[in-house]
């Protein structure tokens, strides 16, 4: 939830995409970031502008390893 009103529902993903739900009410302007950097030209506007990007990958030590058991076999 954010506030009140806005709820941030996950709708499921799978690999490296995410699908998510925006539930919001018609007063409140919902605008992916990528459409809000385009609409400005100014380079002193879009400097100003927060960025929104994806995480860069994470370090290979928080990165899940694949392990793999080798028994005896009789």
């Known amino acids: 939830m954010l506030g009140d009103d806005i709820k941030i529902v996950f709708l499921g993903g799978t690999g490296k995409h995410l699908r998510i739900m925006i539930d919001a009410p018609k007063e409140v302007d919902i605008v992916r970031s ?31 390893k694949n392990i793999v058991i080798a028994g005896n076999r009789r």
């Not at 879009?46 to 899940?64: F, I, M, S």
Request: proline share 10%; net charge positive; hydrophobic share 25%.
């Open 34 to 64: 990528s459409v809000i950097e385009k609409k400005f030209t100014d380079p002193e506007i879009r400097a100003a502008l927060p960025k929104y990007y994806a995480e860069q990958e994470r370090p290979e030590k928080y990165k899940k």
